[in-house]
């Protein structure tokens, strides 16, 4: 694999090592650990024991932003493919403002890469994890990039929020 974590050899909450981890200051942040089972989120991790999620130990907080980014990877010419198991808890209250997404940053500046959303508006009320499986966008091909896991909550709600496990990135076959 190009990237493989599992997050069972990191000792929480901190990311495993070479991961980065931001937020808004709002008291939500990705962290690592065994979930809680808090009223809406997951009562175990997707495999193992330890995943990461916003807030592992309850709900996000209101008007929160976080992300959590991934090492550099390079990927292929031919290109690559995210696996990775999700468990999301947000609002479904028709106006997308409380949502995870996925995209690709340019590993040597960390800036956007333009065309690199892997994943958006990843929303809704889950009662299970499910495991995902995306080809990374063609902008990509050739470059050396991470990947950032972000979650935005509006003003309003707290719910468990987004949670992945198992993260591994293929070269396309």
């Not at 991961?19 to 997951?42: I, K, L, N, Y």
């Amino acid at each position: 694999p190009l990237l493989e974590e599992y997050f069972e050899e990191v000792t929480g909450p901190t990311p495993p090592t070479d991961w980065t981890r931001s937020d808004s200051g709002d008291g939500t942040s990705w962290e690592v650990g065994v979930p809680s089972g808090s009223a809406t989120g997951p009562d175990a991790a997707a495999n193992g024991t330890q995943c990461a999620g916003t807030n592992i130990g309850g709900d996000f907080t209101a008007s929160a932003e976080a992300s959590l980014v991934t090492k550099a990877f390079t990927v292929p010419d031919d290109g690559a493919t995210l696996s990775f198991s999700q468990y999301i808890d947000t609002d479904l209250d028709g106006t997308k403002t409380e949502v995870g997404s996925i995209r690709l940053l340019n590993a040597g500046d960390n800036s956007v890469l333009a065309g690199g959303d892997v994943a958006i508006e990843l929303e809704g009320i889950t009662e299970a994890w499910s495991s995902e499986s995306i080809p990374l966008p063609d902008v990509a091909n050739g470059l050396s990039v991470k990947l950032e896991f972000r979650f935005v909550s509006n003003a309003t709600d707290e719910f468990a929020g987004f949670y992945i496990d198992d993260v591994v990135v293929t070269e396309t076959p």
